[in-house]
Every structure is written in structure tokens, then in C-alpha cells.
């Protein structure tokens, strides 16, 4: 791809405790972004007060609620060629842009990069390692996944994919949703200096939800898009079922 210009699209949900850390991370990339929208999804707090001081930063209301509405009102406002998905509470390493256009800059067929997102506490690092993840989908259901703090596609493959994703965010996982998709249009890659770090704070507040409600979603997702036995890529040898 040539001269492959980035937008990152950063959710928003009463995020003023955070905000202000990711976009001073964004601030310190040694390539800079091309665009940086922040997405206020309805915040009552000082979010967009905040986000306002940033020079450069694009502010947009998107008024259905929704981590799902939110990005995809993020990723049809980008101008880019290269969508970065970014959660409010994660700071992106100094050379992650940079880095993504390297990706990219290589050719080939790559509609999508999964990055390492990892939580500062090293006992939730050690377990819940989101690349360790997107290791297990990829062996067992075939396709890699994008984890939800942060990920990059590219907007022509975003123009492919929107009119099938589903946005019911009490029905899937963002990230896993997207991740299925974008499989079936082209390669997605591993980044190995891609780095960003997220905040614990969900598995804190609400580990109840964290330990089991998510993983009840995951499965039913699983099983809604084309059967949980089907996925299993162990069956299957090395003939991925899903393109």
C-alpha cells in the first residue's frame, strides 16, 4: 500500500479519568497519526471537555449507545486508509503508528493487524494475555483476533464488512465480531512491535462479569454465526470452514 495514512478512532464513554492519558500517549508517537477522532458516546463527565484541549483531535457525538455504534460511526467519519480501533483507557507505545505503517508499506493482501495488548498488574498479564488469546481462536476456530483495546483494518476492508457485522453489543464481543469478518476478506496479521497497554479496571469492578458473563456471550456468539461444532478447526484439519 502506498502512503498508508492513519485515523484512530478512540470510544468514549465517560472516560475522564483516561482520556487525557491516551491522547498525551498519542501525542508522543514518533510518526504521528493522521487523524485522531474521539467518539463521545452520550459521556455526562468531563470527557469531551478534556478531549477538547487536544489540538488536532476531532470530537463526534454518536447518540445510539454502544461500543459497536460508537466504532462504526468512528470508522465511516475516518478519512484514512488505515482504521485504528482504540479503547479511551489504553496507551499506545511511541512506535505503534509508526509501526502499523511498516505493515502496511509491505503490500500484500493485509486487511487487517492484531497488536499485543497487555494489562499493567503482571498476574492479569500472565493470564489474560489478549495475543495469547487471539493465539488459542486462531488454532482451534481459524481465524486471528483483533483485541478489542486495540486493533487496525484497513477502510476498504471496513467498506466489505459493514453491512454484515452485527451491533448488538448484549449479543457479541466487538472485537470477535469484527475479527470473523474481516477473515473472509483478505489476511490479517500478528504485529510484533505493536504494543499498548489497557487498563484492569473491568476485571476489578465487575469480575463477575468479566469470569462469566463474557465467556457466555463468546460461546452463544460462537454458536449464532455458524454453529460452535463447525468452528472447531481441529476437525477440519487445516481447511479453514470459514471462507
Known sequence: MKNPTISVVIIAYNEEKYIGKTLDALMRQAVKPD????????????TVEIASKYKGVRIVNEKEQGMSSARNRGFNEAKSKILVKLDADTLLEEEFIGNIKEI?????DIVGVVPRAIFPELIWRILFSRRTGSYATEFFLGYKTCPGPSYALTRKA????????????????EDTEISMHLDNVGDVVYAKNCNSVTSSRRIKERPWQFFIEYRVRLIRQFWNNRGLLKRFRIFWGHLSPYR
Do not use: A, P, Q, Y
Not at 35 to 46: A, F, K, W
Not at 158 to 173: A, Q, S
Open 158 to 173: 471496513w467498506k466489505r464488512i459493514k453491512g454484515n457485522v452485527c451491533n448488538e453489543d448484549k449479543k457479541i464481543h
Open 104 to 108: 502496511f508499506l509491505k503490500g500484500g
Open 35 to 46: 487523524e485522531i477522532l474521539v467518539i463521545d458516546n452520550n459521556s455526562t463527565d468531563n
